[in-house]
């Protein structure tokens, strides 16, 4: 499966701010280029106390993909799939999922996004933190 | 409660959310909630005890819902959400944080109209997995209802309410056909033994009717 990791717009080292990734230049969905099918678009890890938001689309309506949320205790370290979901073929936005840690705290997160296909797609996925 | 007591199959809510359960990894146990939902109510089901997550899948017509799965270390403490999402019909989603946690499903309607749901929630399989913990909870308002508690074996159906409502027991056989209903009276609480005959599957439900809404719980201990 190919993953590509692609890069945030804000400070998400500090956890502050706005980690977005609209396709996978970082620049836009507009600009983002298209996918095919076993591709997966992840996230840079973003630090929060509190949980995290992940949201996005596949700009293709005709396309299935499967969000993941997962979490580290540390920068770079072990990652545990906390939230799994899919969308499409019928629905290929995905709402706003509020992600919290059943026990306190400071965790690191990362957002994913598979396409599952059928056909190629630009995404868009977008991760922050519960303020 | 602490108990296996959920029965196979569901096999009407698969087919009618189009969700293939064989690919969720669930259990056969899981707790399977009908409703119709007036404009504020909320409805939570049953915790179910899992070490290796949880997950879920329904529907809310037509313009969709809050789902909320909530988890907390003990069977009767307290519980905090873990993942929130609104949707009329959620896919089968899986939340799931390392260790031994309470979990349970709340759905709150946040439209303005009166709609019909449907959603199941599950264990991913494991030794360690138990379903039918605690009651039902629920805020219903005027003419709302839900069934939730299920069994197949000897049972008392143990209810509270703010306000009258009534309570009943649909009964079905082991293909999920509807066989009848036993209605239980209306009133503000309710303690009552129930036997299933041979092959007889109880599912608890209850319906606001009263004018105002209810606060209440539901139980199959």
């Given at each position: 499966?190919?993953?590509?990791?692609?890069?945030?717009?804000?400070?998400?080292?500090?956890?502050?701010?706005?980690?977005?990734?609209?396709?996978?230049?970082?620049?836009?969905?507009?600009?983002a280029?298209?996918?095919?099918?076993?591709?997966?678009?992840?996230?840079?890890?973003?630090?929060?106390?509190?949980?995290?938001?992940?949201?996005?689309s596949v700009?293709?309506?005709?396309?299935s993909?499967?969000?993941?949320v997962?979490?580290?205790?540390?920068?770079?370290?072990?990652?545990?799939?906390?939230?799994?979901?899919?969308?499409?073929?019928?629905t290929?936005?995905?709402?706003?999922?509020?992600?919290?840690p059943?026990?306190?705290?400071?965790?690191?997160?990362?957002?994913?996004?598979?396409?599952?296909?059928?056909?190629?797609?630009?995404?868009?996925?977008?991760?922050?933190?519960?303020? | 409660?602490?108990?296996?007591?959920?029965?196979?199959?569901?096999?009407?809510?698969?087919?009618v959310?189009?969700?293939?359960?064989?690919?969720?990894?669930?259990?056969?146990?899981?707790?399977?909630?009908?409703?119709?939902?007036?404009?504020?109510?909320?409805?939570?089901?049953?915790?179910?005890?899992?070490?290796?997550?949880?997950?879920?899948?329904?529907?809310?017509?037509?313009?969709?819902?809050?789902?909320?799965?909530?988890?907390?270390?003990?069977?009767?403490g307290?519980?905090?959400?873990?993942?929130?999402?609104?949707?009329?019909?959620?896919?089968?989603?899986?939340?799931?944080?390392?260790?031994?946690?309470?979990?349970?499903?709340?759905?709150?309607?946040?439209?303005?109209?009166?709609?019909?749901?449907?959603?199941?929630?599950?264990?991913?399989?494991?030794?360690?997995?138990?379903f039918?913990?605690?009651?039902?909870?629920?805020?219903?308002?005027s003419?709302?209802?839900?069934?939730?508690?299920?069994?197949?074996?000897?049972?008392?159906?143990?209810?509270?309410?703010g306000?009258?409502?009534?309570?009943?027991?649909?009964?079905?056989?082991?293909d999920?056909?509807?066989?009848?209903?036993?209605?239980?009276?209306?009133?503000?609480?309710?303690?009552?033994l129930?036997?299933?005959?041979d092959?007889?599957?109880?599912?608890?439900?209850?319906?606001?009717?009263?004018?105002?809404?209810?606060?209440?719980s539901?139980?199959?201990?």
């Amino acid at each position: 499966m190919r993953r590509k990791s692609v890069l945030g717009l804000a400070a998400g080292g500090l956890g502050l701010g706005v980690m977005a990734v609209l396709g996978l230049s970082g620049v836009g969905a507009a600009a983002a280029p298209t996918v095919p099918p076993g591709t997966t678009v992840c996230t840079s890890q973003i630090r929060a106390d509190a949980g995290v938001t992940l949201s996005g689309s596949v700009t293709r309506n005709t396309s299935s993909a499967l969000w993941k949320v997962t979490v580290a205790s540390t920068p770079g370290g072990v990652e545990t799939e906390v939230l799994r979901t899919p969308t499409g073929p019928v629905t290929f936005r995905l709402p706003a999922t509020h992600v919290t840690p059943p026990v306190p705290g400071t965790y690191h997160f990362r957002g994913c996004v598979t396409v599952t296909g059928p056909l190629a797609t630009t995404v868009q996925i977008q991760l922050t933190p519960i303020a | 409660m602490l108990t296996a007591r959920r029965r196979a199959g569901a096999i009407g809510a698969v087919i009618v959310l189009g969700t293939a359960l064989a690919l969720s990894g669930a259990t056969a146990a899981q707790a399977v909630t009908t409703s119709n939902l007036p404009p504020g109510s909320i409805i939570c089901t049953d915790k179910i005890r899992s070490d290796k997550g949880t997950a879920f899948y329904g529907f809310v017509r037509s313009a969709g819902a809050l789902w909320m799965v909530r988890a907390g270390s003990t069977a009767d403490g307290t519980d905090s959400p873990i993942l929130q999402l609104t949707s009329a019909e959620p896919s089968t989603t899986y939340a799931s944080w390392p260790g031994t946690f309470y979990y349970r499903l709340c759905v709150t309607q946040t439209q303005p109209v009166t709609a019909a749901g449907r959603w199941n929630h599950f264990a991913q399989p494991s030794a360690n997995a138990a379903f039918g913990i605690g009651p039902y909870t629920a805020t219903l308002g005027s003419g709302g209802y839900f069934c939730g508690p299920s069994t197949s074996g000897p049972s008392r159906i143990v209810g509270t309410s703010g306000v009258p409502v009534r309570w009943t027991v649909d009964v079905e056989n082991g293909d999920g056909d509807f066989l009848r209903t036993i209605d239980l009276g209306t009133s503000t609480s309710l303690d009552q033994l129930l036997t299933p005959g041979d092959n007889e599957y109880f599912n608890a439900c209850v319906r606001n009717t009263s004018s105002a809404p209810a606060t209440l719980s539901l139980d199959l201990t």
